[in-house]
């Protein structure tokens, strides 16, 4: 499988910004080897967003800037497409590659409304990104949806909530094998200083390619401002993650194992993040309330109802006890 790699701001926002992004991206500029893979230029145009209060896309208008970045540069364009009158118009002005987003992938009435309007006309792939819920099948549904209009396509993994979901990818990538599975490092993350690290992935998983933020000047985006990466940060990070790319190394189940180690690893961190919070809150109150931080029967009654999560659980006790007094001894420190 040709390794696939897809860059370009999150949103056209001017015919400007779109022209100096991708110029900036054109292999000449930024990385003659480029030219050895499918590399894709990409700009969503309309924006499935959560609030109706920030920016939704600049709309039609930037699909002739889309096709003035092709005829300038070369390169292949793709864009965002959430309704068959999106398909329709995208197709209609050459744009040469789909992909549906992880809203409208969340939902199996849309991604058929966009499989039914692929029946005369299609472009060269459609990439279909992971649902923001967690549910491989509506994902593997989704793709033979598509499938059945006999377009070729490709799967993208971006997480949920700016975290991975590696057992959701896993699954899809085991169901399908036959079918590239890209990362979307930016929206995985959330965060620009985050993509470099997390593109380790792509070589450690056998991935087939990664879709990637990147924007003239991010910190003027008007829309994921704080995942989008400059050209120059990809060059570095093409720099080490180029060998990978071009590689194609068979996917590694240990490897896949280890990405679900950590993601489980960090949620941990995040739930003792918020358990802490809201111990500093309860501190906040006995301390208006006059009470000593240490309850010893609220302590007691706690730890016995862990332990019986703990055989619902096979935990062993010891374990239960080791753990339950680690968090205990950091709630005391806090409210002390
Ligand atoms: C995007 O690629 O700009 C986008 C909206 O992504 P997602 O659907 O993954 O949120
Ligand atoms: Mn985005």
Same mark, same amino acid.
């Given at each position: 499988?040709?390794? /696939? ?11 400007? *910004? ?12 930024? %990385? ?29 208008? =930037? ?31 050459? &744009?040469?590659?789909?992909? &549906? ?26 990439? &279909?990104?992971?649902?923001v ?11 033979? $949806?598509?499938?059945?209009?006999? @377009? ?7 997480g949920c909530a700016h975290r991975?979901c ?24 959330g ?22 933020? @990147? ?9 994921? =401002? ?9 060059? %570095? ?11 194609? /190394? ?11 180690? %950590?993601? @489980? ?8 993040? $918020? ?19 240490? *309850? ?8 016995? *109802? ?9 935990? *062993? ?20």
């Open positions: 499988m040709k390794p /696939i790699l897809i860059v370009g701001p999150c949103a056209a926002e001017s015919r400007e *910004q779109l022209l100096a992004t991708a110029r900036a991206l054109h292999p000449s500029t930024l %990385d003659s080897r480029l030219s050895t893979l499918d590399y894709i230029f990409r700009a969503g145009i309309w924006k499935p967003r959560t609030s109706p209060a920030t920016f939704q896309g600049v709309g039609e208008q =930037a699909l002739d800037w889309l096709v003035e970045v092709k005829r300038e540069t070369g390169m292949e364009v793709a864009t965002e497409v959430a309704t068959p009158e999106h398909v329709h118009a995208a197709l209609q002005a050459g &744009i040469d590659y789909l992909w &549906i987003g992880a809203r409208t992938s969340a939902n199996p009435m849309a991604v058929q409304s966009i499989a039914d309007s692929l029946h005369d006309r299609q472009p060269k792939k459609v990439f &279909i990104k992971n649902p819920n967690n549910d491989p099948q509506l994902w593997l549904g989704n793709i033979a $949806r598509l499938e059945a209009t006999g @377009v070729t396509v490709a799967a993208i993994h971006r991975p590696w057992d959701m990818a896993y699954a899809v990538r085991t169901a399908r094998p036959d079918i590239p599975m890209l990362l979307d490092p930016s929206h995985m993350t965060d620009s200083q985050l993509v470099a690290t997390a593109m380790n992935r792509v070589g450690e998983l056998g991935l087939n390619g990664a879709m990637i933020e @990147v924007h003239c000047c991010p910190e003027q985006a008007l829309s994921d =401002a704080r995942q989008q990466i400059t050209p120059d940060q990809l060059r %570095d990070i093409l720099a080490s993650a180029f060998l990978p790319f071009s590689k194609g /190394i068979d996917h590694l189940p240990l490897h896949w194992l280890r990405a679900m180690i %950590d993601e @489980v690893d960090a949620d941990i961190w995040t739930h003792i993040e $918020r358990r802490m919070a809201l111990v500093e809150q309860i501190g906040e109150y006995k301390k208006s309330e006059h009470m000593a931080p240490l *309850q010893p029967e609220r302590f007691e009654a706690i730890l016995h *109802q862990r332990l019986e999560w703990a055989d619902m659980h096979h935990i *062993q006790y010891d374990t239960v006890r080791m753990i339950m007094n680690a968090l205990h001894q950091e709630a005391l420190r806090r409210q002390s």
